[in-house]
């Protein structure tokens, strides 16, 4: 048999390594081709029936999308078990990042750890959480301020003086409490100011309709009603319209389009803009910045101030932002 000549041999040597470096090249070209797919953000918040809640998502996404990314959008229902599964789900996705307004102070720390161990950063809005260092970002809107806001205009409505009766979020929400001692240290500094009743509703107008109702038929002479949120202020709004009840002094909180609906109307007197777009906005810019560098140049907690919505200034504010 015929050795083949050492001429042959080299230059079958130089196709050899010509189809790996070709090989490799591919390989390469692939990798940046995969790791471009995986710019996806993940936005997850409670349900979108409410509409801060759908604001804070629609911005996100279209902030996420005008960066060039893409994006995928859940709602965990405030059920922690099934947000532990879309976060779950987004770590599997090799997400870049997690716009998340969570389902509990306590409940979410686990899965945001998960998330941070497996190199998905988590971009908090709304609602912290009792932990720091997990998170790259807590970025909530200033409750404590914007309660004592509302607080003080129920006040000057009400002039000083007269009975009403609370309206509080869901216990394990962070923000149901700070809002609800936001009311307290200001109404307690008026002794004429009488609380009668403080009852959850967990931020929904269904369950705050029925509170309003029994709590009319025990105290059915009310002169104000102070809720958590405008969700639950607008339910306040029907059980008094069903009672027959005006004149009755109602605020609420969030700045959501409906309670500034109600504010024009006269039927609401005042509520407190949380600015849930410009939170989602900033939670995927400094996302994108983190991505990009590793750091997002801002501290963890990051509070926005609130701002009174009344009849006078009604007209300047537009979906949970000013016009």
């Not at 050899?16 to 591919?26: D, R, Y």
């Not at 509302?150 to 700070?178: H, P, R």
Request: aromatic share 4%; hydrophobic share 40%; net charge neutral.
């Amino acid at each position: 048999m015929m050795r083949p000549s050492r001429t042959a041999q080299c230059i079958a040597t130089l196709a050899a390594c010509l189809m790996v470096v070709t090989a490799c090249g591919g390989s390469e070209d692939s990798a940046d081709s995969a790791a471009s797919e995986e710019k996806l953000i993940a936005i997850i918040t409670p349900s979108p029936d409410n509409p801060f809640f759908k604001a804070e998502a629609d911005s996100a996404k279209k902030k996420a999308t005008g960066l060039g990314y893409k994006t995928s959008v859940a709602s965990h229902d405030d059920d922690p078990n099934k947000q532990s599964e879309l976060i779950d789900a987004a770590i599997s996705r090799k997400a870049a990042a997690i716009i998340l307004d969570n389902a509990g102070a306590d409940a979410s720390i686990g899965p945001i750890r998960k998330a941070d161990k497996a190199g998905v950063p988590v971009f908090l809005i709304d609602r912290e959480i009792n932990e720091t260092g997990i998170a790259k970002a807590q970025i909530v809107s200033n409750n404590a301020q914007g309660a004592q806001v509302v607080a003080q205009e129920f006040i000057t409505a009400m002039k000083g003086k007269g009975d009403y009766v609370e309206l509080t979020g869901k216990e394990s929400d962070t923000n149901a409490g700070v809002r609800s001692k936001g009311f307290t240290d200001v109404l307690s500094q008026y002794p004429d100011m009488k609380r009668v009743a403080r009852q959850t509703a967990n931020w929904d107008q269904q369950e705050a309709f029925s509170k309003m109702e029994t709590i009319l038929q025990r105290f059915p002479r009310i002169d104000g009603v102070i809720a958590g949120n405008d969700t639950m202020a607008l339910g306040a709004v029907a059980a008094l319209k069903s009672a027959k009840r005006s004149g009755v002094t109602v605020v609420g909180f969030d700045g959501s389009p409906d309670a500034i609906a109600q504010i024009k109307a006269g039927t609401m007197h005042a509520t407190a803009l949380q600015p849930a777009a410009l939170g989602a906005e900033r939670a995927v810019e400094q996302a994108d910045k983190y991505i990009k560098s590793g750091k997002t140049g801002q501290p963890e907690k990051q509070a926005i101030d609130c701002e009174l919505i009344t009849k006078e200034n009604a007209d300047q504010f537009g979906v949970f932002a000013k016009l």
